[in-house]
């Protein structure tokens, strides 16, 4: 299964992005899929998962702001960003959490005024 991330795009701070996660084939045998996100300059990170029960888990800069979200029946995971701040700004990819599948070409999200 490729997942590959889409819905990127420049936004003011303060708005708001939702993101689509596209799967080429079932995602409901992916116990965990992840949103990442890696910043100029810097590392990849973690920023949201989902199992495939639904519970989810965020890390502390986006708790309260970003919600993730999946859809079994159409192969496709969800991250709405709300309140953007200009530190959100990354290319962001989603895949299986653990583990890795090979990575897709990632959605830039640019926060900036």
């Known amino acids: 299964v490729q997942l590959q991330a889409s819905g990127g795009g420049l936004v003011q701070p303060g708005g708001s992005l939702r993101l689509s996660c596209a799967a080429s084939g079932s995602i409901d045998r992916i116990p965990m899929i992840g949103w990442y996100r890696q910043p100029p300059g810097k590392q990849r990170e973690l920023v949201a998962l989902?199992?495939?029960?639904?519970?989810?888990t965020y890390v502390d800069s986006v708790k309260g702001r970003f919600t993730i979200s999946r859809d079994n029946a159409k192969n496709v995971v969800f991250l709405q960003m709300r309140a953007l701040k200009s530190e959100d700004t990354a290319v962001y990819y989603c895949n299986s959490v653990s583990p890795n599948y090979a990575w897709g070409r990632g959605t830039l999200v640019t926060v900036s005024s």
């Open positions: 989902i199992s495939n029960l639904g519970s989810t």
